[in-house]
């Protein structure tokens, strides 16, 4: 799993390109668009370079290219072609399959032109909304299905991380205008999935209020600093992954003592791992929230 994936299924192609397997043997026994090899039992196994055809295929076709005709285009000139379209157009679907090819192809110049063009048009709430997050939980499972590598993953991660930071450093140069609420973002020991949290920080600041943003795998006890600081203080934080489900209640409980001094605890929660929040221990300054989206609208 550590390292990059280089051979893939016909389902694995289907999954990422959304093209019926059926379909892809049709392509390739009519058009050879694709040459797989196959295995001691007769198994289609495709290379790298045949998914990043087939994406880019995908992509041609999606946009009305007949694929008689991108057949006849040459295995050099598709990405060229892609690219233009990409540059030239920027509806939802079409920038969900473009970020795909770009993790894929480990593309940047790809990534950043998908997102200049949906931002033409769109707004980056709106692009983060509507593109990043179904394309974030289309890559969860094409993760956890095996169908790409971590290293596919953290790159596009990465990259929309990217633009989460540079919007929210758009901000944090205005003083805060409302001064009732004083938040502070964190995840949990050992927790690392920052994208929402990163998000969420982007949110709160866009509202007004200050946010102290301590980032992923904090031990519980370095909260202790902020509670000498500020009053009124909303803790927020995404439970992803971690607490694991047999010791939240606990984390909660200890959460409970930690702030048992402070005159007006809060936290806020999310994720996952919030499904297996016992709500009669639960301490009754704790919240928790199905969607960022259902968080913001009580900010």
């Known amino acids: ?129 509507e593109t990043f997050v179904p394309l974030l939980n289309e890559l969860g499972l094409l993760w956890q299905t095996d169908t790409i590598s971590p290293a596919h993953e953290h790159f596009i991660s990465s990259l929309i991380k990217q633009k989460i930071l540079l919007n929210t450093e758009k901000l944090q140069h205005l003083e805060p205008t409302k001064k009732d609420k004083v938040f502070v973002a964190f995840l949990p020991e050992n927790e690392i999935h920052d994208i929402g949290l990163l998000y969420i920080n982007y949110e709160i600041i866009l509202k007004g209020y200050k946010c102290i943003y301590l980032g992923p795998t904090i031990p519980m006890e370095n909260l202790e600093d902020v509670l000498k600081y500020f009053d009124d203080i909303y803790f927020v934080s995404y439970f992803t992954v971690f607490p694991e489900k047999d010791r939240i209640n606990k984390y909660l409980e200890d959460f409970n003592t930690l702030v048992s001094n402070y005159n007006n605890p809060n936290f806020w929660i999310l994720g996952r791992q919030t499904h297996y929040i016992d709500e009669k221990t639960k301490p009754s300054f704790c919240r928790t929230f199905h969607s960022i989206d259902n968080l913001v609208s009580n900010l």
């Open 1 to 129: 799993m550590n390292n990059v994936k280089k051979q893939f299924s016909i389902r694995d192609l289907e999954n990422l390109s959304g093209i019926k397997a059926h379909t892809i043997r049709i392509w390739e026994k009519r058009y050879n668009l694709l040459s797989p090899e196959r295995t001691d039992t007769n198994i289609r196994m495709y290379s790298l370079s045949s998914l990043q055809k087939l994406l880019n295929v995908t992509l041609l076709y999606n946009n009305g290219h007949k694929i008689s005709k991108i057949a006849k285009i040459s295995d050099h000139d598709i990405p060229y072609v892609v690219r233009e379209i990409v540059a030239k157009h920027s509806h939802k679907s079409q920038a969900i399959n473009a970020f795909k090819l770009a993790m894929i192809n480990f593309d940047q110049t790809m990534f950043f032109n998908t997102y200049n063009a949906l931002l033409g048009e769109n707004s980056f709430r709106e692009i983060f909304k």
